[in-house]
Nanobody, 121 residues
Framework: QVQLVESGGGLVQPGGSLRLSCAAS????????MGWYRQAPGKQRELVAR???????NYADSVKGRFTISRDNAQNTVYLQMNSLKPEDTAVYYC???????????????WGQGTQVTVSS
């Protein structure tokens, strides 16, 4: 089992910043990639940012230049630094991890419970 715990969400004014954290824990596993998705009411869940264990990243066009994803592989923790926040960034942000169990190489995909980010004046 892989458990993901997110933190760092909250209310921020436009132009402000937030830093989200997601810590992965479990028995024995290897995580290949972690990412952040978000979903606003009435909208589909979308990929915000993703990072592999090797450091390759990709971002949604809407957040490029404003958000930065990083990862501490030793701690199995992923971060999302969000700068220059806009009202349209308001959503529930979900952490995701993709990997495999070390013993049996069984694919594992886990989701966090979500953390609310609200950007409002």
């Amino acid at each position: 089992q892989v458990q993901l715990v997110e933190s760092g969400g909250g209310l921020v004014q436009p132009g402000g910043s937030l830093r989200l954290s997601c810590a992965a824990s479990g028995s024995t596993f290897s995580i290949n990639a972690m990412g952040w998705y978000r979903q606003a009411p009435g909208k589909q869940r979308e990929l915000v940012a993703r990072i592999t264990s090797g450091g390759s990243t990709n971002y949604a066009d809407s957040v490029k230049g404003r958000f930065t994803i990083s990862r501490d592989n030793a701690q199995n923790t992923v971060y999302l630094q969000m700068n220059s926040l806009k009202p349209e960034d308001t959503a529930v942000y979900y952490c995701n991890a993709d990997g495999r169990t070390l013993a049996t190489m069984i694919p594992v995909r886990a989701w966090g419970q979500g953390t609310q980010v609200t950007v409002s004046s």
